[in-house]
């Protein structure tokens, strides 16, 4: 099973930017599609951007559309959410998740086997 520790986090002013990163252990990384969730003060975790394994396909939640991109390195085994025109409403603690290969549900929380410890975002108005 992958092990994640994400970093990059901090405070930052509405319109900033912030590039999270996601170093996974094991050899098997790029065998794992990978997920950035958040979660809010009193919310649930939610749905940020997902990169297949395979394909290279991305997926993003409407809110971030435009805004965040993820991609990944897998000679680095890292992954990462690059995020512009930071908004208020983006504060949440960032996770990032490894969804084992053959599942393509990545938009759900349930479906991914391994998450890191998560890093603060927080945007200031």
């Known amino acids: 099973q992958v092990q994640l520790v994400e970093s990059g986090g901090g405070l930052v002013q509405a319109g900033g930017s912030l590039r999270l990163s996601c170093a996974a252990s094991g050899r098997t990384f790029s065998s794992y599609g990978m997920g950035w969730f958040r979660q809010a003060p009193g919310k649930e975790r939610e749905f940020v951007a997902a990169l297949s394994w395979s394909s290279g396909n991305t997926y993003y939640a409407d809110s971030v559309k435009g805004r965040f991109t993820i991609s990944r390195d897998n000679a680095k085994n890292t992954e990462y959410l690059q995020m512009n025109s930071l908004k208020p409403e983006d504060t949440a603690v960032y996770y990032c998740?490894?969804?084992?290969?053959?599942?393509?549900?990545?938009?759900?929380?349930?479906?991914?086997?391994?998450w890191g410890q998560g890093t603060q975002v927080t945007v200031s108005s």
């Open positions: 998740g490894a969804l084992p290969r053959g599942i393509y549900s990545y938009t759900q929380v349930s479906a991914y086997k391994s």
